[in-house]
């Protein structure tokens, strides 16, 4: 019965432990937010609409940052 309660312990501090990693890591994470950006109707018309635009923005800024932080320890 002791050894039972140990485990169920030891499990829920475990558990917890690891939501918190998780919570932990999901707040840390930067996030770039653009509103739609206005674009030319021309443009629209070959998809690339005021959404699309913000989003390849907020990709390119991510992949600016990976090329130039790779190299770095994840904590700088």
């Known amino acids: 019965m002791l050894f ?3 485990i ?5 501090v475990l558990l917890a432990l690891f ?9 840390l994470q930067p ?3 653009l ?3 206005g674009v030319p109707e021309d443009i629209a018309r070959r998809g690339y609409t005021e959404i699309i635009v913000a989003e ?3 990709d ?3 992949n600016i940052r990976f ?10």
């Not at 130039?68 to 994840?74: G, K, L, Q, V």
């Open 4 to 6: 039972r309660k140990l």
């Open 31 to 33: 996030e770039i937010i």
């Open 8 to 12: 169920m312990e030891v499990g829920l």
């Open 60 to 62: 390119a800024a991510f």
């Open 56 to 58: 390849q923005l907020v």
């Open 19 to 27: 939501t918190l990693g998780l919570f932990g890591k999901q707040v």
């Open 67 to 76: 090329d130039t932080c790779s190299d770095r320890p994840s904590f700088l």
């Open 35 to 37: 509103d739609p950006i």
